[in-house]
């Protein structure tokens, strides 16, 4: 099966900071990369899908890239409502999940 | 609107058997995958498995092939979820969630609790 790794773990920013989190694939996916926000105590809300498009509704402020094995999502300005556990998924071959990163507010 | 509606929180003990559903709601429920996806106590998301309700088309992960079964019944739009014999770390919270480009509409999760 196909291995996520998302780096770093944990993230510490300020509000308006740009923000940058990795994801890696252990071998190719193409564009099947999908980024989830997850707050505390609810379920995962998808914010990106085929690598870089914008599902309706999110924020213009976040955005992704990459193509193959590395993959990124990026939040341009960061914002209290940011506070989350970011993961990423491959949909490529069956499925997977990265171990996610948490942001935290500074 | 397009909803997943789960099974309420259940209380198990090791070696009870078990079977949480999740149903669909505003959509044409025979035509999307729906996964499952597997959430232990301040962890993260695992991918559990898949299932086609129009024919019932099953994948596993690897890690939960054999240890759980995937069902469906397209006339009542509902998938389910199903242990034989529960352990205490099958505790988590288990989503279902369907499939487009990405999981765009999860459930509220259900939270299984196995002790003793």
């Known amino acids: 099966d196909i291995q996520m790794t998302q780096s770093p773990s944990t993230l510490s920013a300020s509000i308006g900071d740009r923000v940058t989190i990795t994801c890696r694939a252990s071998q190719t996916i193409g564009m099947w990369l999908a980024w989830y926000q997850q707050k505390p105590g609810k379920a995962p809300e998808l914010l990106i899908y085929k690598a870089s498009t914008l599902e309706s509704g999110v924020p213009s402020r976040f955005s992704g890239s990459g193509f193959g094995t590395e993959f990124t999502l990026t939040i341009s300005s960061l914002q209290p409502d940011d506070l989350a556990t970011y993961y990423c998924q491959q949909y490529d071959n069956y499925s997977s999940f990265g171990q996610g990163t948490k942001l935290e507010i500074k | 609107e397009v909803q997943l509606v789960q099974s309420g929180a259940e209380v198990k003990k090791p070696g009870e058997s078990l079977k949480i559903s999740c149903k669909g709601f505003?959509?044409?429920?025979?035509?999307?995958?729906l996964g499952w996806v597997r959430q232990m106590p301040g962890k993260g998301l695992e991918w559990m498995g898949i299932i086609y309700p129009a024919d019932s088309d099953t994948r596993y992960s690897p890690s939960f092939e054999g240890r759980v079964t995937m069902s469906a019944d397209r006339s009542i739009s509902t998938v389910y979820l199903q242990w034989n014999s529960l352990e205490a770390s099958d505790t988590a919270i288990y989503y279902c969630?369907?499939?487009?480009?990405?999981?765009?509409?999860w459930g509220q999760g259900t939270l299984v609790t196995v002790s003793s």
């Open positions: 505003g959509y044409s429920f025979t035509k999307y995958w």
């Open positions: 969630a369907r499939q487009g480009d990405g999981y765009n509409t």
